[in-house]
């Protein structure tokens, strides 16, 4: 059974005469042990579409299921407990300033029916979790940015969710924090079977730890997949400018461009984008080429990510030779199940 269903979800707002539909009749399921990946720009609907979860929004129409369960059958205090079962971290960390980093942690645990002692062996171990267990006294002021988000973290899983909620909870942070952040989640996905909702503006962010993707736009799931899928398959034009930015591709593609309006391509030569999935690498099958066909590469941008085990690469290279020599050269690449795209022929 999924973790989280939703279906047919429709959430709008009534603003003067205004009705805004942030999100359309949209549908998600998520897996236990997922980290699932809502990646779309700001305003398309991603943190209303998350908040339904635990209805801090509720749906206009559709249903929501934790477990199975339909979570507009519960009542108030029956929804408290689920809500529970789901912690949220965010991008400004929301801590309270005036209390200790262990009196943020200790916040959800109010009312509970542990005892004193057994909560603070389980605010200590928390802290040991997120590595700040040497940080118990000390108050947010005092704390980077990415320790703030540690405590955040620690307060969000005081209860024991099943659920984790981030919304752009690396966005504030530097890239070495993020990476950071982002690899404690993995860990705590994997060591505590959390099922994490990530939701970012950042492919490279779902790149490193998620397992699926979502692509949001104007409150519509255009695309989805696993991450191997959507990054090597990506369909919708949206979700290929998230790839490329976050590959660094379309830039090096216009530093290339600019630098063929200096020096054009000569009439033997052919610009072309080679991407391959799997072991099958592409560069020492440009060295064959060579051997086989007497067609020299001269490669500008070379690419290789591994996606959950998995090599994914992008190079753009100039290939130099007769026409029968680079065409029976592209045909042994494409043979390799090597995609290739020719961007610019030589005149
Ligand atoms: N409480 C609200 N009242 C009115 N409109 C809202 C409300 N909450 C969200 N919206 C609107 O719904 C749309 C989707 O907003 P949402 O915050 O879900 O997008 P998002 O993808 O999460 O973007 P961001 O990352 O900037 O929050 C936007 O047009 C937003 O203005």
Redesign the pocket.
Known sequence: MPVIELSKVNVT?Q?KNQT?V??KEESLTVERGDIYGIV??????????VRTINFLQKPSSGTVLINGTNIANLSSVELREQRKNIGMIFQHFNLMDELTVFGNIALPLKHSNLTKEAKNQKIKSLLELVGLADRADNYPAQLSGGQKQRVAIARALANDPEILIS??ATSALDPRTTNQILDLLKELNEKLNLTIVL?T?EMQAIKKIANKVAV?EA?AIIERGSLLEIFTQPKARLTKDFINTATNRDEALQKVLELLETKPLNADEELVELHYVGSETAQPLLSTIYADFKVMTNILYSNMEILRQTPVGTIIAILNGTPEQIRAAKSSIVDHNVQLTVLEEGK
């Open positions: 707002f603003q805004i942030a999100v779309g720009y700001s305003g398309a609907g991603k943190s209303t579409l919304d752009e939701i503006h949001m409150g």
